[in-house]
């Protein structure tokens, strides 16, 4: 149901801790006791685990409460900071640091607000923010504060309950960073650009055309697209919102019938004086969907159905082929390319995040209310699969790039210049395109019911690429110059030749 990729190459999975027993014991004998659990009061089975993606190794860890639809961000320091849940788990804040042998640690009453189906945001001064929830049309800021201070305030955002309708569509808002400092926010079919030191609206934008719902339950899926930084000009700043379920859907669903899904997309730049939307139809319709963020800039869809809403059983018919998605290509009919299929439903509770190696790590997929393996139509998927995009194919080998400098962890600062070296895998057969040359910097996801919040790409500021010698290149590159641009926490820096991205390298900027 959640995943996060942190800087010691290590993914945390977890899911709901009230489906009953998992099929992963829990280390050493332990076991949790909960008298507040709908499932089991007694429960020696793990609900989360460590994914090493080095040793493809997986290690349990023990969540005591309940992080049933909760939400997620990382650290300046690179912890990972979750918040919020279901029952015992709504207010409860849990902390997990990148090491071999760390577990969950949970705080109680962390939170101001009860925060379920929630969205988290790191800012530039590297707080978080915790926006909405099933029926909190508010938001409040983490860490707290031992003094008096707005961070221990609770903040109304009526924006929340103008979007809440019957079938509220507007639960896990889409939530992003402006390059102003403002907060973009999506809820349901509507946006605004919003002040959180001031709480106020800056902008109202134009509802997105087809007026369909985009948020859970009407589950579609979004991305801020890449900010191009190797310009003199204003950085702009576009969002692209995909699929989601037509009006009516959840109605429809709730009595067994299943609605086609959206095949439409919605494009703004939101940092234009008078946005307004472009509509751009993707080659499937697609409610439940991932969008992911590739190195390279492009934009991959993976995951979800062809008809139906999130919720209990009420998805239908997988969509197996992932959609690639070009946003820079300047025809509109020629942004998508339809990609090989796997063979696995991955529908409701099933997530997808970028690996460092470029692959995009897929797991999950339980659409029921307990684990349920037999008899129904899409059984509970306890497996992970990597998909390799096309730029990992074999064909493309003697592009790819190496990256020799920096080494991983280096510390940036903003505006900082820095001194970048690569090499390509096969330089005899190769020749580097030095005007091909781009490098990105890569924020990873936490990713929960089709939304990657706090996922960011970033195309730096790159000089001219030079050799170093028959087989090295160097070039300058610009890191972003305000934490407007690229909030403080670690990044992954790749570089890309041709499209054909590197392997990354963690750096940490602040």
Not at 368 to 380: A, D, E, S, W
Not at 413 to 439: C, D, E, H, I
Request: with cysteine.
């Amino acid at each position: 149901m959640h995943m996060q990729l942190l800087n010691n190459d290590r993914v945390i999975v977890f899911d709901r801790t009230d489906f009953g027993r998992s099929n992963l014991s829990l280390p050493n004998g332990k076991c949790r006791d909960d008298p507040s659990d709908q499932s089991l009061k007694h429960d020696c089975t793990a609900h989360s685990a460590e994914y090493n993606v080095l040793t493809n190794s997986i290690r349990p860890l023990m969540v005591l409460t309940d992080t049933w639809c909760s939400s997620g961000a990382v650290s300046v320091d690179g912890y990972l900071i979750q918040t919020g849940g279901f029952n015992d788990g709504e207010r409860v804040v849990r902390f997990f640091q990148p090491c071999s042998t760390c577990d969950w640690q949970e705080v109680s009453n962390g939170l101001s607000a009860k925060r379920w189906y929630a969205t988290n945001n790191i800012l530039p001064d590297g707080r978080i923010i915790v926006i909405g929830g099933r029926q909190e049309f508010n938001y409040e800021f983490y860490p707290k504060s031992t003094a008096t201070s707005t961070n221990n305030q609770l903040f109304s955002l009526p924006f929340l309950s103008q979007t809440s309708d019957t079938y509220e569509d507007n639960l896990y808002p889409f939530v992003y960073l402006n390059v102003d400092g403002n907060l973009f926010i999506f809820a349901n079919n509507q946006s605004i650009l919003f002040n959180y030191t001031t709480n106020s609206i800056v902008k109202t934008f134009p509802q997105i055309p087809d007026g369909n719902a985009r948020n859970y339950p009407s589950t579609g899926s979004s991305v801020l697209l890449p900010l191009n930084l190797n310009t003199n000009l204003l950085v702009e700043a576009e969002v692209l919102i995909c699929g989601g379920a037509p009006r009516g859907s959840v109605q429809q669903a709730n009595s067994g019938k299943f609605i086609g899904a959206l095949q439409t997309c919605g494009r703004i730049r939101i940092t234009d004086p008078n946005p307004t939307w472009t509509m751009e139809t993707m080659p499937l319709a697609r409610v439940m969907g991932d969008m992911t963020l590739l190195p390279n800039g492009q934009v991959l869809i993976i995951n979800g159905a062809a008809r139906g809403i999130a919720g209990w059983e009420m998805g239908r018919d997988p969509v197996f082929y992932p959609v690639l998605y070009l946003p820079d290509n300047p025809a509109i009919s020629s942004r998508f390319q339809v990609l090989n299929p796997s063979s696995i439903p991955r529908m409701y509770h099933s997530t997808a995040i970028l690996l460092r190696d470029g692959r995009v790590l897929v797991g999950g997929s339980n659409p029921h209310q307990y684990y349920n393996f037999t008899g129904v139509l899409y059984p509970t998927e306890l497996s992970l699969e990597a998909f390799s995009p096309p730029y990992l194919d074999s064909e493309y080998s003697g592009l790819q790039p190496i990256i020799t400098a920096p080494v991983s962890y280096t510390k940036l600062k903003y505006g900082q210049r820095l001194a970048m070296r690569f090499t390509v895998l096969n330089t005899t057969t190769t020749k580097v395109n030095r005007k091909r040359v781009q490098v990105t910097m890569v924020s990873p996801s936490f990713t929960t019911h089709s939304y990657s919040m706090n996922q960011r790409v970033l195309m730096l500021n790159t000089g001219h690429v030079l050799p170093v010698s028959k087989s090295s290149y160097g070039m300058a590159v610009w890191t972003p110059n305000s934490a407007f641009l690229a909030p403080p926490g670690y990044y992954i820096l790749y570089v890309v030749h041709q499209d054909i991205p590197s392997e990354g390298v963690w750096v940490h900027i602040q």
